[in-house]
């Protein structure tokens, strides 16, 4: 199940302004009407609001079809000011802005309200979709003059200061013009680490954390009715949960931003719902400790919602006991797979040596372009107890053995030529090659993933230099 795929998915085209923006005086009611030239794909169009993993369905009305021609028509109390979608969940949603104009019409294709709705007379709206597009042309100037800065380009920081100023001052126009919008665009207001001028972080991810919506208030009630929180939340938690940064002080970066927003809020719930999709998409173990929250604070779920926790949670369960198996100073576990010859190789045979399980195949360029560093240091120190079993997720024979002699590689091998689906490459959780595990002379895990320097340093540490 991949349930939030729809949750404010359009919010990030981001792109050009108009500040000025006289509102007429707040109606009654809320009408919204659409007509189509077809429409076979809904009986009946819905107005939601998201609500952690499911949208909760605000209004509803039947499509008529005759004549060649799709209309609906719902009507009601103003709704509170703040984003809606309107369609089919989960997947052919339009992101709306409502509440503070009477009437709105939708048109375009029916089928693909997320990319092809249209809304007319929603001034409201209009201002929305104008934001959108000024800042997204002002986060892809941004991004370019970040890579040219990084290659050397002094010019680039200029414009970036440009850049930035621009953004500053449409955000303090905004904030007295449109406070529900600025709510909107905030998230994209942090400017990234410079290493140059560090100020009171020690790294990128200490200034992320300080800087990202530094000074708003994120118990608003508003958080409720705009899509910034929980739709930024995939970016927030690629950054602070990027490799090499440890599992605990990625979490600690997420508790202490989930406890900005107001206790079992709709923002909150949705920020949450966000941060557990994400963390799951990204085979993240830290997917249990929020995933559990989740279900205790906004529980009882539906049964689609429970099942897709629950069987998630005992994925990670098992995910969490193979990490144990494979964690620093455990027993390797056995691999016991045929050699080139067809005899079955033991890595447990070679208990006395320092061994590296070197994980490759022919046809993975990182591999091949690695094997010359392997090479260099097996043949540094193999002879004083050093060791090296290649197990290659290879499909052909032929590939393998002629990668082995182009290479050089005159260590172990073994292979059950099964690709991904390999018996070792599935013990060892295996996602990606090259990959390696190195192991004591008892068979213990000393360290993984070591390559090129760190690899030889590692060795040098072992056999002395």
Known sequence: ????????????????????????????????????????????????????????????????????????????PQLTPGFYLLGKAPNNLLLIRLGEDPEVQ????????????????????????????RF???????????????????SAQAQLEAIYAAKEATMDSLRQADPLLAKVFLPLMWRPFDPNQPGPYEDALAHFAGEYLKGE???????????????????????????GVPALRSEAAL?????????????????????VSTLDQMQQLSFVKYAEAYRDLYGPLSEQVGNYLEGRLAYYADQAQAEAR??????????????????????????GKVVLVDFWASWCGPCRRENPNVVRVYQRYKDQGFEILGVSLDRSREPWLKAIADDGLSWK?????????????KTYNIASIPATVLLDREGRILAKNLRGAALEAKLAEIFGG
């Open 106 to 133: 939708i048109s375009g294709n029916c089928a693909d309200l997320r990319r092809y709705g249209k809304v007319a007379g929603s001034p409201s709206h209009a201002h929305y979709e104008a934001l959108r597009a």
């Open 413 to 425: 091998h073994v292979s059950d030529l099964r690709f991904w689906q390999s018996e070792a490459a």
């Open 1 to 76: 199940m991949n349930t939030r795929t729809f949750l404010w998915g359009m919010l990030l085209g981001l792109s050009s302004l108009w500040l000025a923006c006289d509102r007429e005086p707040e109606a009654d009611t809320l009408t919204i009407t659409g007509r189509f030239a077809v429409c076979n794909t809904m009986e009946t169009m819905r107005l939601y609001r998201l609500d952690g993993f499911e949208p909760e369905v605000v209004r509803e009305a039947p499509i008529a079809k005759q004549s060649g021609e799709a209309t609906f028509s719902m009507s009601g």
């Open 136 to 154: 997204g042309q002002w986060q892809q100037a941004q991004q370019r003059h970040m890579q040219a800065l990084q290659q050397g380009d002094a």
């Open 326 to 351: 494979l964690a620093l100073g455990a027993v390797a576990p056995e691999i016991a797979l045929p050699t080139p010859e067809g005899n079955t190789l033991r890595l447990s045979s070679l208990r």
């Open 217 to 243: 208030d994120l118990q608003d009630p508003a958080y409720d009715y705009v899509p910034s929180l929980s739709d930024n939340m995939p970016a927030f938690i690629q950054i602070v949960f990027r490799p």
């Open 255 to 275: 508790d202490d931003f989930l406890q900005r927003l107001r206790p079992q809020s709709r923002a909150h719930k949705n920020a949450l719902a966000s941060a």
